[in-house]
């Protein structure tokens, strides 16, 4: 479908193909941040390419006008069918997200295809505006896993390109770092851009003949007769946040595969959908996930300060004993260097504030040196898993497979999770072949799952996080005796507390937390991050927030919990305002949304239901 697209394209001088042949099309119209009297007055420019169903639907219109009849076009072995002014397309393979394993998945399967000369059409489709928009992470890279997918990428330009020099590990008083042995070992590992990375495999994919869709946001799972899932169906685009529909109204898109792959990252919302219907905890008597939130920034740092590959990890300062996390500085190429915060999300007071934690970090003495007269290029944040080995879920359902960090496959104590999300990507893609050319069952992908050294490797680190249930200290003689003593063999498996929801303690229960204000040297306020990290989202469309019961936030979460989504949330998406009798009333800035996903997890009374919102909102990450 992707060259029939391109063919039609080039009689249109509205369209340009670009030299990996993706469409580029008009910018969308751009939209502003959440504006108060405390935000930025308008977001940075947006390069981004027009993508997405609005331009495939015009696309099918210059084939056919659309109308209430019925109607089906084959194209390259794919099947287009229209009805009542729907389109559906289907593929063989559909891959909701075109991340780390969403990719590896439609290259191994593209790899397979040609192996065996059988003609295999691969779909991904995307949320963010372009492959790697909403891609963010550390990132000290293990290249095991593409070592296996691509084994001469070392041979080729890839944006893979500083390996990692030295290990450091800090820990943090509020004035001093104290060095200790470090346990990580990043020998033959590199520092690299996530997002870049994923746009490199991303081309990969596409030269393999992959279809690609950015600009996809897919927002409800398909099922047939059987209860088997069919593939997803895309978002409307056009409609207003009354409801109604505007002038460029388009109707999503119904995208079916023989087999779904759903590879949407950390807290997939059509993953989690497929996993509580089909029970696949239940099936495995895996524990609930828990989560932390990564808060990072991109710096530009003088070049004397500048020592590529260097990797420090640090405990401690700014986060009190009893919470759970740590910061990361990566230094990259080009004088850049990645700093982020990571916070467990099981913690208890809900007066804590990870992005203020994170603008505390920045000053310590030990950050200053590095940071001071630099600037900050980039901002972004993102939930990861930390439930590790005894959360897995079982990955497979009737029509498909769960991958990646949809399924929870971070290696917590290494702090990597793309090694293990690209392999599982891999596995699922042979599952899927095999399915689909050789008459096996999708079951395989969780045998060869477990046969792989990604089961092993999850299995060794598996106490690590549930160990720091218990405070700070315990926790690292925990980890140092499974690390250095044991090496994972320990006959038993720690279980996990409480859910993080459940963790936040009452208000009245907790001391308020005072946070300095931001110097603007090194300390932003909120709209100044949110500024850099590009997010963009049509303020006229209806909030993919949605709550629960709209009651609870000023009945319960205010009064109880002293409004903690005011503070989780790292891009001031929930204020509350006074209304008109002078009462708080919970106030939600969409527009605001950097996918983290944080108020989905961490909302005491689970109230807060994130859905997506129309394809291409969201950050626009380049550096992440």
């Known amino acids: ?71 089906t076009l084959g194209v390259n072995g794919r099947s287009i069918s229209s009805e009542a002014g729907r389109e559906s397309i289907e593929y063989d393979v559909l891959i909701v997200g075109a991340g780390p394993a969403g990719l590896s998945a439609a290259i191994r399967l593209k790899q397979l295809s040609q192996e065996k000369n059988i003609d295999l059409s691969v779909c991904v489709v995307e949320k963010g505006a372009e492959v790697g928009g909403h891609i963010i992470s550390g990132n000290v890279f293990e290249p095991v896993a593409l ?12 944006p893979i390109e500083i390996p990692a020099s030295s290990d450091k590990f800090w820990f943090l008083t509020k004035d ?29 994919a596409e030269e393999l003949g992959t279809e690609i869709y950015p600009g996809f946001s897919a927002s409800e799972v398909l099922y047939d007769a059987s209860d088997k899932v069919v593939g997803i169906a895309t978002k409307d685009m056009g409609i207003s946040k009354d409801g109604s529909k505007k002038e460029n109204f388009q109707p999503g898109v119904d995208i079916k595969g023989r087999v779904t792959l759903f590879a949407e990252g950390c807290r997939g919302s ?50 009190d004993p009893k919470t759970y996390g740590g910061s990361f500085l990566y230094h990259m190429n080009d004088r850049q260097v990645a700093l982020g915060l990571v916070v467990a999300l099981n913690y208890h007071n809900p007066f804590l504030n990870p992005y203020e934690e994170f603008q505390k970090l920045k000053p310590h003495p030990a950050i200053k040196r590095i940071l001071e007269g630099g600037t900050v290029l980039q901002y972004g944040a993102r939930t990861l898993n930390e439930g590790g080995f005894q959360s897995i879920p079982y990955p497979v359902f009737p029509g498909g497979a769960i991958i990646g960090c949809s399924a929870g496959f971070l290696n917590v104590p290494k702090i ?11 596995l699922a893609a042979e599952a899927a072949f095999g399915v689909l050319h050789e008459g096996i069952n999708m079951n395989t992908y969780w045998d060869n799952l477990k046969d792989s ?34 090496k994972g063999k320990v006959p038993f498996t720690l279980k996990h507390g409480k859910a993080d929801h459940e963790a936040t303690n009452l208000a009245r229960k907790c001391t308020p937390i005072e946070y300095p204000k931001p110097d603007g040297v090194l300390s932003f306020d909120v709209p100044t991050s949110l500024y850099r990290s590009n997010t963009n989202h049509d303020h ?31 891009a001031r998406v929930y204020e509350y305002v006074e209304d008109e009798e002078g009462k708080p009333k919970l106030q939600i800035n969409a527009q605001n949304c950097l996918h983290c996903k944080a108020c989905d997890i961490k909302d005491p009374k689970q109230n807060i239901e994130w859905t997506v919102p129309e394809g291409g909102g969201g950050p626009a990450y380049s550096l992440m």
């Open 453 to 486: 050294w990604v089961w092993k490797e999850l299995y060794a680190a598996r106490n690590y996080r549930p160990a720091f249930e218990y405070g700070l200290l315990p926790g690292l003689a925990v980890s140092a005796m499974e690390h250095y003593v044991l």
């Open 1 to 71: 479908m992707h060259r029939f697209l391109v063919k039609l394209s080039s009689s249109s001088n509205q369209f340009r193909s670009s030299k990996n042949h993706r469409l580029i099309l008009p910018l969308l119209p751009s939209s502003k941040p959440f504006t108060s009297s405390s935000s930025v007055s308008s977001s940075p420019p947006r390069h981004s390419n027009r993508s997405g169903y609005p331009y495939l639907v015009e696309l099918f219109q210059k084939i056919s006008p659309l109308s209430s009849n019925s109607r």
């Open 147 to 158: 070592d296996e997918l691509l084994p001469h990428w070392r041979q080729e330009h890839t």
């Open 270 to 319: 059509l993953s989690e959908r497929i996993i509580k219907k089909y029970k696949l905890r239940e099936e495995v008597n895996a524990q609930h996930q828990t989560y932390a939130l990564g808060i990072k920034e991109v710096w530009e740092i003088d070049e004397s300060k500048h020592n590529p590959g260097e990797v420090v990890h640090t405990l401690g300062w700014p986060l």
């Open 416 to 426: 990597k999770g793309t090694h293990t999300a690209m392999k599982s990507g891999m």
């Open 540 to 570: 006229d469309q209806p909030s993919h927030l949605r709550l629960r019961d709209p009651k609870i936030p000023e009945k319960v979460n205010f009064p109880e919990y002293a409004a903690p989504e005011s503070r989780y949330c790292p």
């Open 176 to 204: 001093r770092a104290i060095s200790l042995p470090s346990p990580f070992d990043n020998k033959g590992n590199y520092v690299i851009s996530l997002s870049q990375l994923v746009r490199w495999l991303g081309g990969k």
